[in-house]
């Protein structure tokens, strides 16, 4: 990019980092209920309270290598979280600008806790829906703030690092989920309440955690408080000449005055590269393939040997994986850049993906299984997969979004994106079990050419943010962007009037 990076002066004090840690339970909160989902829906003693008709088939069907988990309600049961967190996003975007991002994560903590509270004691079916609905607030809300709070208290040489922080918490959130559900299934006849229940502990740090935290310095300026925003950021910064960063802040603001319809801003000409980008993003990372992967793995395993265990060893070896290529990212991100990670990652899962796909339609039918030899191939391929969406889509889809936008459409455009990707973890969980049954291994090519269309995107329309500061981004970044600065030569009109 032209010109040099501003040198603003800061140290990482155990207050900013303790600020880092607390807020990013937000994303353990939300990967929690990720994998707790998943192994609640196959425990039988659940099956039988709430949807005794599919244990019922369950027991008699005649099992498919690809349709044995094939049921609509099951998958709305799961999906229906997505829902809710749709909606709930934009009214946690009117919350992150009118309250402010502290008080909107203690609103999301608040609502898990209650979903939490409500799923593990239900009796009746309304209660486990109208539990699975405080679940969505709470991730909705969530998923809005933790990632923009951590992407605007973060010093801009490690703003990367420090948002990514969300998404691995995410999955140790899985992997501690997967663990629990392996336990709570040999405890008949409520496990399922435990493994529901036990979602209050991600809550509740987030909740005493949002007691301690400081709101960010953008949003207090937002919010005309101008002097708490300077001290705010002289604390996070732990010096005390902030004058620099604290002037770039209130230059944003007063720009961001200018219109005060956030939503409506959004929809002008000059708003439409990062409202595209950033929704567009949100879309790839769900069609990258990771659910197919992440659930087809038991089966897989399951022709090694592993029979009762095989869903342990899986989501043991696919998790830890993800957790730790996750930390790639964080060490690799503020240093090589977001789009150098999109590409390379994209090429390894266009890789995997389509030897997975190769194997499995030429060796793996509806019934049988596979070589021990050739599904051992597979499991690294899974593994290499995985790892490739940990340090790249996976954290990605939740950093570039955050930081993209101007201060005047952050909280706005976020909303947009975060509602995108519940959108598209609806689809992909309501309809990837069946598409899995009716296209078999061929899923896995249709993944592959999204992965490949992900790639050419990168390369060509997406903008490299490494170093740039969230509040330079429209100046430094769209202005000059070959493609995407011609939007920004007529200021104010819409979308298709030039």
């Known amino acids: 990019m032209a010109g040099r990076e501003p040198h603003y002066k800061s140290r990482i004090t155990p207050y900013v980092f303790a600020c880092w840690i607390l807020a990013a339970f937000g994303g353990l909160m939300f990967g929690y209920d990720i994998g707790i989902s998943g192994g609640v829906t196959a425990m039988d003693d659940f099956l039988v309270k709430f949807f005794p008709h599919v244990h019922e088939r369950k027991l008699h069907a005649q099992e498919d290598n690809y349709c044995r988990y094939d049921d609509e309600l099951l998958q709305l049961f799961t999906s229906s979280l997505y829902l809710a967190a749709l909606f709930a996003s934009f009214f946690a975007s009117k919350a992150c600008t009118k309250l402010g991002r502290k008080p909107t994560i203690t609103m999301a903590s608040t609502f898990f806790i209650a979903g939490a509270i409500l799923c593990a004691a239900a009796e009746k079916m309304w209660m486990i829906i109208v539990g699975r609905i405080l679940f969505g607030v709470g991730v909705g809300f969530g998923n809005e703030t933790v990632p923009l709070f951590l992407t605007e208290i973060a010093p801009h040489q490690h703003r990367g690092a420090v948002n990514i ?9 899985i992997f501690i989920a997967n663990l629990i559900n392996y336990a709570t299934v040999m405890i008949h006849p409520n496990g399922w309440r435990v493994s529901l229940g036990l979602a209050v502990v991600p809550g509740l740090v987030l909740f005493i955690g949002s007691l301690f935290i400081t709101e960010t310095p953008p949003s207090l300026v937002e919010m005309g408080r101008k002097e708490e925003g300077r001290e705010a950021l002289r604390i996070i910064r732990g010096v005390d000449d902030v004058d620099a960063e604290f ?56 022709t090694l040997g592993f029979n009762s265990n095989a869903s342990l060893l899986s989501s043991v070896i696919t998790g830890l994986v993800n957790v730790g290529a996750t930390f790639v990212s964080i060490y690799a991100v503020d240093k090589i850049g977001r789009r150098k990670l999109l590409l390379q990652a994209s090429c390894q899962m266009f890789v995997s993906q389509m030897a997975i796909g190769v194997i499995l339609s030429t ?41 993209i936008f101007p201060i005047e459409t952050r909280a706005a455009g976020f909303a947009f994106a975060v509602s995108t990707n ?4 609806f689809v992909i969980a309501q309809a990837f079990l069946s598409m899995l049954c009716h296209m078999r291994a061929h899923i896995f090519f249709f993944f592959s050419a999204w992965i490949l269309t992900m790639g050419l995107f990168v390369h060509f329309l997406l903008p490299e943010t490494k170093g740039i500061p969230i509040d330079q981004v429209e100046e430094r970044l769209w202005k000059k962007h070959p493609v995407w600065s011609s939007f920004y030569k007529e200021e104010g009109s819409e979308y298709g009037m030039a």
């Open 247 to 302: 002037h770039q802040i209130l230059a944003a603001a007063e720009q961001a005055k200018q219109g005060k319809h956030h939503f409506r801003r959004l929809f002008k000409r000059s708003s439409f590269p990062p409202l595209f980008v950033g929704t567009i993003i949100q879309v790839f990372q769900q069609f990258t393939g990771i659910n197919a992967i992440m659930f087809y793995a038991p089966v897989l395993f399951r």
């Open 422 to 425: 519940m959108i598209f973890t």
């Open 165 to 173: 922080l969300f998404q691995l918490f995410v999955t140790i959130g």
């Open 363 to 403: 060796h793996l039918q509806a019934t049988g299984s596979m070589s021990k030899g050739l599904a051992a191939v597979v499991v690294i391929l899974v593994c290499t997969f995985v790892m490739s969406f940990a340090w790249s889509w996976g954290p990605m889809g939740w950093l570039i979004p955050s930081e």
